[in-house]
């Protein structure tokens, strides 16, 4: 079964990932595919306002990386020479800084975005 996303670009400055719930990176080839529950957004077509809105479902994408840190240690190394970079905090699993090409959002059409964090039902919240 296929699903449908919508994609925006140019991102890193509207995202907040610092509460995100963060899957397992997919790496193919020179990319890295990253699935996050209740990322935060403001200041984008998605969230105009300067308040922070979450979307429960979404993933990021990095094209072309040429450098991944995690806890700024390196961990994969590839060559690219137009860079971009993200941080993709949350979780537990320590906070990520990516050297790229492109950075997108990726969102389900069937995602909801809501003023409050939302959380999977098998995650304990204190």
């Given amino acids: 079964m296929s699903q449908e996303l919508r994609v925006y670009v ?3 400055d509207a995202i907040d990932t610092s ?3 963060r ?3 997919i790496i193919r080839d020179n990319s890295i595919l990253i699935p996050l529950i209740s990322l935060g957004i403001s200041e984008h077509i998605l969230n105009p306002t300067q308040q922070l809105a ?3 479902y979404s993933y990021l994408f990095f094209e072309s990386f040429s450098r991944v840190l995690i806890d700024n240690i390196p961990d994969w190394e590839s060559q690219d020479s137009q ?5 993709v905090g949350g979780s537990e699993a320590g906070v990520l800084e990516v050297e790229c090409k ?6 389900p059409t ?3 975005l809501s003023p409050t ?3 999977p039902d098998n995650v304990l919240i204190p």
């Fill in 10 to 12: 140019d991102i890193e």
């Fill in 19 to 21: 509460e995100s719930f």
């Fill in 23 to 25: 899957g397992s990176a």
């Fill in 54 to 56: 979450f979307i429960d």
């Fill in 83 to 87: 860079k971009r970079y993200c941080y």
């Fill in 102 to 107: 492109q950075v997108c959002l990726l969102v």
């Fill in 110 to 112: 069937n995602s909801r």
């Fill in 117 to 119: 964090h939302w959380y």
